[in-house]
């Protein structure tokens, strides 16, 4: 089975701290993605990556930036973390983004800025 | 907004009852996936149809499509105390590769 291991589950940060959120899976995956997940709002897509050193913003990219350098690896970077980050991140992978594929999910980090 | 809309947003039922949750969507789409998330967890795929599908199978699950109504359902049968979750519907369409939007979910409870 395809593995997403995100490196923290609970994470608490200070206002203005650069934080780095790791994802990394064992599938070989190319596609990768970071989305954020509020009450009432759903999964909302930050960024996503189609290869290596490949990045596109998704519906919601403002305050974060992502770093894929290399394929199993897709981090998700909050330059200054605020109160409105807080929130809970969710990677996933995929093989390809052709159709009819599915996402695998890891388990979650629960952020939450003070 | 692409975005899928699901109904109920929270359902709470009896164990051995069936579960339906539908979803509603606005524009064509290539395949509609429904994903499950144990709380405070990560989602978990269930189950894909396709858009010339009507309906699939998996077990105790169902999904119909009707792409005529832009909507699918998700019909739960004898529904047992770990279905307790939430589940999202999430639509599929090709813009340059394939992308997915997700609805804001459905809260389900079953009740020993």
């Known amino acids: 089975d395809v593995k997403v291991t995100q490196s923290s589950r609970y994470l608490v940060k200070r206002t203005g701290e650069k934080v780095f959120l790791e994802c990394v899976q064992d599938?070989?995956?190319?596609?990768m993605f970071w989305y954020r997940q509020d009450p009432g709002l759903g999964l909302r897509l930050i960024y996503f990556s189609y290869d290596v050193k490949m990045k596109e913003k998704g519906d919601i990219p403002e305050g974060y930036s992502v770093s894929r350098e290399k394929k199993e690896r897709f981090s998700l970077i909050l330059e200054s973390a605020s109160t409105n980050q807080t929130s809970m991140y969710l990677c996933?992978?995929?093989?390809?983004?052709?159709?009819?594929?599915?996402?695998?999910f890891g388990s979650g980090t629960q952020l939450s800025v003070l | 907004s692409q975005q899928g809309e699901e109904d109920p947003q929270a359902l709470s039922i009896q164990e051995g009852e069936n579960a339906t949750m539908n979803c509603s969507y606005k524009?064509?789409?290539?395949?509609l996936q429904w994903y499950r998330q144990n709380s405070g967890r990560g989602l978990v795929h269930l189950i894909l149809?396709?858009?010339?599908?009507r309906e699939k199978h998996s077990g105790r699950l169902r999904v119909t499509l009707d792409t005529s109504k832009k909507s699918s359902s998700l019909l739960i049968t004898a529904s047992r105390a770990a279905d307790t979750a939430s589940y999202f519907c999430?639509?599929?369409?090709?813009?340059?590769?394939?992308?997915?939007?997700f609805g804001q979910g459905t809260r389900l409870t079953i009740n020993p």
């Open positions: 149809i396709r858009s010339n599908e």
């Open positions: 524009t064509s789409i290539n395949n």
């Open positions: 999430a639509t599929a369409f090709f813009q340059g590769a394939q992308k997915l939007v």
């Open positions: 599938m070989d995956h190319e596609n």
């Open positions: 996933a992978s995929r093989p390809t983004g052709g159709f009819n594929e599915k996402l695998f």
